[in-house]
């Protein structure tokens, strides 16, 4: 069974960065796509970026796209999320998710669905706070 369990959360002063961390166990496949919700306070989750572990490709929020980089490390079977130049809105509750059982596809249209489509996604980790604040 694959769990997912997330670090690197904290507080942060605006402007500043952090990496997360999803460790994935469990994990035997090759073929995966793990990705990055947020949830803040009194609003809904929301996708942030997903990778494909086919070709790597990747997808990102409109409001993080520049700042935020998702990468994998095929060999821990862990994926990054690089935060820079953080802002109080980027607070937030973040949440690994993994979809395992979709087959593999190349580009990013399936990271795309993901990214609004819950009912794809297999597993779910824990959460780990970022709070952005001066």
């Known amino acids: 069974q694959v769990q997912l369990v997330e670090s690197g959360g904290g507080l942060v002063h605006p402007g500043g960065s952090l990496r997360l961390s999803c460790a994935a166990s469990?994990?035997?496949?090759?073929?995966?796509?793990i990705g990055w919700f947020r949830q803040a306070p009194g609003k809904e989750r929301e996708g942030v970026s997903f990778?494909?572990?086919?070709?790597?490709?990747?997808v990102y929020a409109y409001s993080v796209e520049g700042r935020f980089t998702i990468s994998r490390d095929d060999t821990e079977r862990t994926v990054y999320l690089q935060m820079n130049s953080l802002q109080p809105e980027d607070t937030a509750v973040y949440y690994c998710?993994?979809?395992?059982?979709?087959?593999?596809?190349?580009?990013?249209?399936?990271?795309?669905?993901?990214?609004?489509?819950?009912?794809?996604?297999?597993?779910w980790g824990q959460g780990t706070l970022v709070t952005v604040s001066s």
């Open positions: 469990g994990l035997t496949s090759n073929y995966y796509y």
């Open positions: 990778i494909s572990s086919t070709d790597g490709s990747t």
């Open positions: 998710a993994a979809d395992l059982d979709s087959p593999p596809q190349y580009g990013s249209t399936w990271l795309r669905v993901l990214m609004g489509a819950n009912p794809y996604l297999d597993v």
